[in-house]
């Protein structure tokens, strides 16, 4: 199995930054990617960035953090960041990463527990 651990998340004013960490640990050899997701209060999760594992990285945005986040990787620490600019109190939710092991960003088998972000106005 894979586990995840998220860090970094905590209250910040509009427009500002914030750096979220995922780490993994277990059978990492089996992740083909991973995945940052939103769940704000009374709202779906929504999956807002996903990158691939191996080789070059892909990436996947959506729509609504397109430009001010990014994901990013280390695989040699496995762990997976997502650099967030600009946050708007919208941004408020709890965040989550997760990991799957197939190439379609839209399934994940493994979850970590969360981590709140919380941005005032």
């Known amino acids: 199995q894979v586990q995840l651990v998220e860090s970094g998340g905590g209250l910040v004013q509009a427009g500002g930054s914030l750096r979220l960490s995922c780490a993994a640990a277990?059978?990492?050899?089996?992740?083909?990617?991973m995945g940052w997701f939103r769940q704000a209060p009374g709202k779906e999760r929504e999956l807002l960035a996903a990158i691939s594992w191996g080789g070059g990285g892909s990436t996947h945005y959506a729509d609504s953090v397109k430009g001010r986040f990014t994901i990013s990787r280390d695989n040699a620490k496995d762990t997976v960041y997502l650099q967030m600019n600009s946050l708007k109190p919208e941004d408020t939710a709890v965040y989550y990463c997760?990991?799957?092991?197939?190439?379609?960003?839209?399934?994940?088998?493994?979850w970590g527990q969360g981590t709140q972000v919380t941005v005032s106005s």
């Open positions: 277990g059978r990492t050899f089996i992740i083909y990617g």
């Open positions: 997760a990991a799957r092991r197939s190439p379609s960003v839209e399934n994940y088998e493994y």
